[in-house]
């Protein structure tokens, strides 16, 4: 029996073997999901078996390769009982970024251990069927590039930049010209299941599971690059909304200037607060006749916010001075909502995490501005640790989180 079978398999029909087969999917959930391997008395009270019946399971998942002994339980006499675990090895699940200038992927196995990831740096996403097919034919490529058998694959989660319903599978924004649900676009293309969301959700269930937001019930994920996007915990779940869209903070009515939004509308914060808004505000200073060590290796226009960034790190006075109005008019808006949903942490995921030193303290500062005390004390601000395999993680825990691995 292969592992996926276990979790993919469907058990159609009320049966001594689809009885067995549910049993088994909760023994292995239970292991991949435990910080320590465990004995099979210890599994069998946890699932709720008998101690017979968990023993001829546990057997029959060793004998498939699924389930392995992993060492000997420490005791102060008498004989050591075996411990055990799922091989991770076993079987993998695919994170997959589709952004709008760059596009990642990477396999994990059953520890959330990434065994191979790829980038196009150079792909820009478009609403065309041309676009659609350039994705397929990456995907295709990196799955073949990474050796790993698709029969092997749980499934593959998706984080797409936009407005998506994760619930139905359908994307908004992108690849809106489908007749059906782009999840079943890619599970045609396929051999395994495929799920998205907006890639702001995802870097919050990276959050969640993995990062700064662990065993936090109340938090904010924030995805500051280009665009700007809030992931919110509360009670412990992620909030979606009723269509999936919620979380779209860089189209709230904050931002003091006339400047025309992406989304068509004027006076959104994301037009003050992103990658984007950063860019424009160093071109329209250096018209303005301000001065920039970045001048001395590109034109103004060929400037991105990555490279203002790294130079604001770096010294530079402009730049520095950009990243640091950024971040307190960020804080502004923030303080507001903390008011509204009192978080008990605040992470900053992102490009931006590389300014951090620059931007922590015009963060806080404009926090005061608008922060109502108590719940400002209670609320700890910092910065994403995982990494820039964060969304790419994030997407491959949908998978993980419906199959209960996680």
């Known amino acids: 029996m292969l592992a996926v079978d276990i979790f993919l398999k469907k058990i159609e029909e009320v049966s001594n073997q689809s009885r067995q087969y549910t049993q088994k999917r909760k023994i292995v959930a239970l292991l991949n999901k435990s910080e320590?391997?465990?004995?099979?008395?210890?599994?069998?009270?946890?699932?709720?078996?008998?101690?017979?019946?968990?023993?001829?399971?546990?057997?029959?998942?060793?004998?498939?390769?699924?389930?392995?002994?992993?060492?000997?339980?420490?005791?102060?006499?008498?004989?050591?009982?075996?411990?055990?675990?799922?091989?991770?090895?076993?079987?993998?699940?695919?994170?997959?970024v589709v952004l709008l200038k760059g596009i990642s992927f990477a396999v994990y196995n059953l520890e959330m251990k990434e065994v191979f990831s790829m980038q196009d740096e150079n792909f820009i996403l478009e609403n065309t069927e041309s676009c659609l097919d350039e994705v397929v034919r990456f995907i295709q490529e990196a799955i073949s590039k990474s050796g790993i058998d698709p029969s092997c694959v749980l499934g593959m989660g998706m984080g797409i930049t936009g407005r998506v319903n994760s619930r139905t599978g359908f994307s908004y924004n992108y690849f809106n010209f489908l007749e059906g649900a782009l999840t079943d676009f890619f599970s045609g293309k396929f051999s395994f299941p495929v799920h998205i969301d907006n890639d702001t959700h995802v870097l919050g269930l990276a959050e969640q599971y993995f990062g700064e937001a662990k065993n936090i019930k109340n938090a904010f994920v924030l995805n500051l690059s280009r665009g700007m996007g809030l992931a919110i915990i509360a009670n412990g779940e992620l909030v979606v909304g009723e269509q999936g869209f919620a979380g779209e903070m860089g189209h709230i009515q904050f931002a003091e200037s006339d400047k025309l939004c992406l989304c068509g509308k004027r006076g959104c914060l994301g037009t003050e607060v992103s990658g984007y808004a950063l860019e424009q505000n160093f071109q329209q200073q250096i018209e303005a006749g301000e001065s920039s060590l970045l001048l001395n290796q590109k034109q103004a226009t060929q400037i991105k916010y990555k490279d203002i960034l790294k130079a604001a790190t770096e010294g530079d006075s402009l730049a520095i001075s950009l990243t640091h109005n950024i971040g307190f008019i960020l804080g502004k808006a923030m303080g507001n909502m903390i008011n509204l949903l009192n978080p008990g942490v605040i992470i900053i995921g992102g490009e931006f995490v590389s300014a951090k030193e620059i931007l922590i303290d015009s963060i806080k500062s404009g926090m005061m501005h608008t922060g109502l005390q108590l719940p400002l004390r209670s609320c700890e601000l910092i910065f994403s640790s995982i990494g820039d395999d964060a969304a790419s993680k994030g997407a491959a825990a949908i998978v993980f989180r419906s199959l209960q691995l996680i």
């Open 36 to 96: 320590k391997p465990l004995t099979i008395p210890g599994i069998c009270k946890k699932v709720k078996l008998s101690v017979p019946t968990g023993t001829k399971l546990i057997n029959e998942l060793i004998s498939d390769n699924i389930i392995i002994e992993f060492g000997k339980k420490e005791t102060d006499n008498g004989r050591r009982p075996s411990l055990y675990k799922v091989d991770p090895e076993i079987a993998y699940c695919i994170g997959t």
